[in-house]
């Protein structure tokens, strides 16, 4: 679920088919389908001395369960701090729950003895720390996805680390006060990545670093940007099982036409007239996604004959002010708000256009599956999106529509844009099949990780 897991599966899988890849996982009583597991369960056997507390006697009662997808290996954490959680994020005591995890995978990779651990964002983020600290430690990569979030968390919550001999956590590894597990990393890991190129860049300075970009600075030889890719077996219109008709670019008019009318009747919102451009938006109610900006602007342009069907969840102030648009405007918006995998599918082949309105995006993922699906994506010039969509009066350059962040008037002037476009049938016919066949696969982009593994390899001797 979001963009973190589309990444991780869609890379390991990529990956899969060159290296032996292993990915540990908590296990979350809300997992969607049930793992094929192959009946290797691993106890977990701490490398090194801990305390006698409650971290070591909850590992005790906790061990990974071996499971297959495709050719990558999944090791689930079975731990009672995870087993009753329907969701990963948004728990109390997280910070508690994650050094779990953490030292639960520092011990998996010594026991399966693998090359490299890649470690993903705060959660698994003491891994790389564990690792640096142990006289048998293992070469670790980073992945930042989202600096704003970085497990910091106040000393007083985080007694529970001095059952890991406390030397491994050193002052160093705390911010502005608080024990800070995304720093630690940032410290320890031999190679530090991000998921483009611009985000790269932009966390090099304030406010991009959320406070971290010296530290991002010290390491900037050691610290690369590496587009992320998607699954194209995963996200293509032709064979996607969730759409109401399945298209390419061939016969993309008709086929999006199809999706259009059908999601209209399955949202109950008979809207007539039904050639009006549809303008798609998915994503997590939050501040960085930007929806403030895109309300401003939808307020401001009613002229333009859009239609928008918007599904997110998230702050209850954007949702609120979502469901009352949604209800009092119910011929221009429809708003659902909930998780819907499905429904975010039926919306990309519906629509004409994609909105991200993002205040910063490390790589955002809609762009790639808007291309996919033939819908243009109309996005704020940050990070990952300044890196893949591109406003081109030439033709063979374009990739999409682009707007400056937080601005009202570029985003309203960018659907001004996007509406002149919709008026040109033959042209907009052109770009979206031309988008169509954009490769945003992980086949060129996967030797930038190795690269980085190797350093990382390197580094290590
Ligand atoms: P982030 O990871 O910051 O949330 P990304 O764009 O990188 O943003 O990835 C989020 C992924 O989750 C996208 O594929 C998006 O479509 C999907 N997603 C977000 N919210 C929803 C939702 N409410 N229903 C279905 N899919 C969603």
Redesign the pocket.
């Known amino acids: ?7 991780l599966s869609s890379l390991s899988k990529e990956q899969s088919n060159a290296k032996e890849i292993s990915v540990a996982l908590p296990l979350l009583e809300g997992l969607k389908e049930n793992p094929k597991y192959t009946g290797h369960s691993i106890p977990i056997r701490p490398p090194m001395d801990l305390g006698a507390g409650n971290l070591s006697e909850i590992l005790q009662k906790s061990c990974f369960r071996e499971a297959k997808h495709g050719k990558v290996k999944i090791y689930f954490l079975d731990s009672p701090v995870f087993s009753k959680l329907r969701s990963i994020y948004a728990n109390p005591e997280e910070h508690f729950r994650f050094a779990i995890f953490s030292y639960a995978c520092f011990f998996l990779s010594l026991h399966l003895e693998v090359d490299l651990v890649h470690a993903h964002d705060w959660h698994s983020a003491l891994v790389c720390a564990l690792h640096k600290n142990a006289s048998r430690g293992l070469p670790t990569v980073f992945t930042i ?2 600096l704003a979030y970085q497990g910091d968390h106040p000393l007083w919550m985080t007694g529970f680390l001095k059952e890991i001999p406390f030397e491994l956590f050193p002052e160093s590894y705390q911010h502005n006060g608080k024990v800070n597990y995304l720093k630690a990393a940032l410290q320890t890991a031999n190679q530090i990545t991000t ?1 483009s190129p611009g985000y790269r860049d932009e966390t090099l300075t304030e406010p991009n670093g959320f406070g971290l970009s010296y530290m991002l600075n010290k390491r900037k030889l050691d610290y690369s940007g590496i587009l ?1 890719g998607i699954d194209r077996e995963e996200w293509n219109p032709e064979i996607d099982p969730n759409l109401f008709a399945n298209y390419n670019p061939e016969n993309l008019s008709a086929g999006k036409q199809k999706n259009k009318e059908s999601l209209y009747e399955w949202i109950g919102r008979p809207w007539i007239p039904k050639d009006r451009p549809l303008i798609g938006l ?3 109610l ?1 501040y ?2 930007g929806y403030a900006t895109f309300l401003q602007a939808f307020k401001e342009r009613t002229h333009l004959p859009f239609y928008f069907i918007f ?3 998230g702050e209850e102030s954007l949702e609120n002010e979502l469901f009352h648009l949604s209800h009092h405007q119910m011929d221009r918006i429809y708003f ?6 499905e ?2 599918r039926r919306i ?1 082949a519906a629509s004409d256009f994609f909105m ?1 309105p ?1 205040l910063f ?7 790639f ?1 808007s291309q996919a699906y033939g819908s243009i994506p109309i996005v704020s010039r940050v990070g ?1 999106l300044r890196d893949t969509v591109f406003e081109s009066p030439l033709e063979h350059e374009f990739t999409g529509i682009v707007f400056e962040p937080g601005d009202v008037g570029s985003l309203g002037y960018a659907l001004e844009r996007s509406y002149t476009l919709y008026k040109d049938s033959p042209k907009l016919q052109r770009l979206q099949k031309k988008i169509m066949l954009i490769d945003s696969s992980w086949r060129q982009r996967i030797t930038k990780y190795d690269a980085v593994y190797e350093k990382a390899l390197q580094s290590k001797l």
């Not at 679920?1 to 990444?7: F, V």
């Not at 995006?361 to 762009?367: T, Y």
């Open positions: 679920m979001g963009g973190l897991s589309d990444m996805h989202n998921v992320n998915i994503g997590r939050t960085q996604k599904l997110g969840a659902y708000k909930g998780y819907h995998e429904f975010a990309e991200m993002s995006e490390p790589c955002g993922l809609n762009q599956y990952g």
